[in-house]
């Protein structure tokens, strides 16, 4: 199936073939073409260019699809390549908590944050949690996300971290987008367990079992105060590669824990949150192929401090910017509000950011290769924008709409 899609204003985020990423100063500029069309074949972008030399007949059988793009921009999906999307029910009271003064230190040690949603969790049947999952999957498609990672972590049993990584099994099956796996048994300790006991449930009993279905592209661990040590990750990461499950690392959100420097030792392809961040973490990133990943929704739902973007990019290093979609710290995917909050909070540009939120997000979830960025040969994972919006206008109009369609494969999302 061929489809042009023609009268666009501003084909947005124009990279080559084999740009994967992008680093520092870089990252401040984004490729475009003004008057333009765009060809798809088979849900893939086959070509591209201006308006003007749109050939009269395009190679193939049958006529192709046209769509008229009105004038409005044409962008790669967003990419988010951090998220907790499959988990049972809600933490509204934990709102409220938050609302009160309480942080989330204190929630989580009066047994509340991960193991309130761990308990609900084992009491949710699959086939629920997978329905529960699903509607938040499509929510964040109509939003414009194109790529998406999901993590397990709510299960700190083994049958159920197995749970919620068949349920993202079954959303790779049945979702358009592109979807990755990430086993994150390490997200606290389960209820009943010391943290030696359950660092070997994990490494001798989850891993083995998660390997043996294939059910992870990556392995993570929360690697950051009052969770698991940089001794405990380096433990659990290695346990990981001997099954040869690549590391990603949730490290510095609630302090500068060691996990960035564990991460780059192990060769993760992105340590993520790094809310508190020294120059040391700066320097270990440097000439490493880890991608420095921020969660700004995180910052603002809790009222903690924003990553130091700003000074990472400044330093040369590249950066992704991901939604942390989940039901304490972050209820919400929308990366057109990750992209906002990183141009008003951390001060990034809206070309730094829309980067971060694209082919570098991309590339911190391992399908840089096939997303990100208008490429020939990449899957047509597209946003069309209304008329008469800029790339600046979408984090400055940062409430209003300005997605008129979304397509996955070339298909439009409906």
Known sequence: MRTVIRNISTLLGILPEGKLRLEGKEMGSVQEMHNAYLIIEDGVITSFGQEKDLPAAIPGEGEPSVIDAEGGMVMPSFCDSHTHLVY??????????????LSYEQIASNGGGILNSSDLLHRTSEDELFRQS??????????????????????????????????????????????????????????????EDYVDLVCREMIPAVAKEGLADYIDVFC???????????????????????????????????????????????VDHLERTTDAEIEVLKGSGTMPTMLPGSSFFLGIPFGRGRDFIDTGLPLALASDFNPGSSPSGDMRMVLALACIRMKLTPAEAFNACTINGAYAMGCADKAGSITPGKVANLILTVPEISLTGIPYLYATPFISRTFLCGEEVS
């Open 88 to 101: 049972a029910g809600s933490r509204e009271g934990e709102f409220l908590d938050k609302i009160k003064g």
């Open 134 to 195: 699903m509607k938040r999957v499509h929510e964040v498609l109509k939003k414009g996300t194109g790529a998406l990672e999901i993590k397990s972590g709510y299960g700190l049993r083994t049958e159920d971290e197995l749970k919620m990584l068949r349920v993202i099994r079954r959303i790779k099956n049945e979702c358009p987008a592109i979807i990755k796996s990430t086993f994150l048994g390490a997200h606290a300790v389960g209820r009943g367990y010391s943290m």
């Open 224 to 270: 950051d105060k009052g969770f698991f040590t940089p001794e405990d990750t380096e433990r659990i990461l290695e346990a990981g590669a001997a099954y040869g499950i690549p590391p990603k690392i949730h490290a510095n959100e609630l302090d500068v824990s060691g996990g960035v420097q564990v991460g780059v030792r192990h060769g993760a392809l992105s």
